[in-house]
């Protein structure tokens, strides 16, 4: 029998409503189990770990991805997979920092949540649920767990973690990876893409639980007060800025901008720039716009979402020397940028 531990972080899935308040609040997992009774009716045996206090996603913090990381980490060897219940608001950020955390899986870690509460009739939470238990539990032909790296399920799409955002606040179909394909698409059965799927060189799991919160995020935008961009590239202790830029990584070529930018670099720090837009690639130098970003040694970080550019950010933080940092950051480690 396949072996599978669920862990349940929060989120709607297992919220009920606040009579008093109307608004949603997370309760415990045993609420959770009694809406799915086809729970038991999986041919594998199935554990669960719980938060002791289960949360919205926005609260999650670098602990409680340290807490999830550890867990699998305890666990690795005892399980075939692994099924992470969590808020959809922030799932993104907490796959693509397990990303990163746990290199070298050749175990299924496969995220999940919903839009509606597992106790609203039209829930999106039971298929979620029941069919990322299948996914994690799945083999190829060789016996082999058929997904080996982190991944989010989410209405009826398999995607890679680090590729995936959060694009909608009221469609099922909440998630995205516009500069990946699926890995997986659920229908009457699972069709798998397997020339997609993610396979490691390492030989034996490397977990890092280590993290360095000293990240800062500037998106661009025209008319953006000199203040805007100066408090962050010159606040002491931030070692990396990402810079949300327009188009294929373009900027404005204000002269306090680019004095900004070159300060924080002659200071050590690195600047990695990213695309404000969903889809496509920072191409630096491709128009004039972005010449001075390459002169000035800022990273690209081609196409990059911004959950994955600030979670490997922090991870390159806590767990690189200095200097090997910026090499890491512009190249793929694992699947998060092509
Ligand atoms: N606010 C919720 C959360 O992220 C939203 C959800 O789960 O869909 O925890």
Redesign the pocket.
Known sequence: MRKILLIYT????GMITNAQTGALESVNFEHLHAHIPELQRFDLELSVRSFEQP????EITLQHWQTIASWITEFYAQFDGFVVLH?????SYTASALSFMLQGLKKPVIFT???LPIGIIRTDGKENLITAIEIAAAQDENGEPMVQEVALYFEYCLFRANRSSKVSAHQFE?FQSPNYPLLAKAGVQLEWFKERLFRTNETALKSQLSLNNQVGLLKLYPGIPTVAYTSLLQYPSFQIVILETFGAGNAFSESAFQTAIHDFITAGGIVLNITQCQSGSVRQGAYQTSVFFEKAGVISGADLTAEAAITKSMFALANLPKEAIPNFLGTAVVGELS
Request: aromatic letters at 0%; glycine letters at 24%; hydrophobic letters at 25%.
């Open positions: 929060g989120g709607t899935i949360v919205d996603s926005s808020g959809t608001d922030t799932m949540g919903s839009q909440a």
